[in-house]
């Protein structure tokens, strides 16, 4: 760009908007959580023991990934950038999803 007065990069940010996102963003990650475990819970209802067993693991990591999301989600968690919050729920979230695809795949058979 040429001239204008745009000034240093980042000097017109508003600082208050990034943590709007931020919880917007942990929010989104616990609706997808808990909407994929109620899919899960349907899926593993059919009266077969093992697939009640995955629905039940699907629940646990659900909850565990519910107690690690709801802090951040509602801004009263760590503000601190860092630590295993992310990586925790990055698995928690692959470990749903594979373990829907499981249920999936046994309901196909």
Do not use: F, H, N, Y
């Amino acid at each position: 760009m040429t001239g204008g007065s745009i000034g240093p990069v980042g000097a017109g940010r508003d600082p208050g908007l990034q943590p709007e996102r931020t919880r917007l963003a942990w929010r989104r990650t616990a609706l997808a959580l808990s909407l994929v475990t109620a899919l899960a819970v349907r899926l593993g209802s059919t009266g077969d023991p093992a697939d009640a067993l995955i629905a039940g693991v699907v629940v646990l990591v659900w909850g565990a990934a519910l107690v690690l999301c709801w802090p951040r989600g509602t801004g009263t968690g760590p503000a601190g950038v860092g630590g295993r919050t992310l990586p925790l729920v990055a698995l928690a979230t692959v470990g749903l999803a594979l373990l829907g695809v499981l249920l999936v795949a046994r309901g196909l058979w």
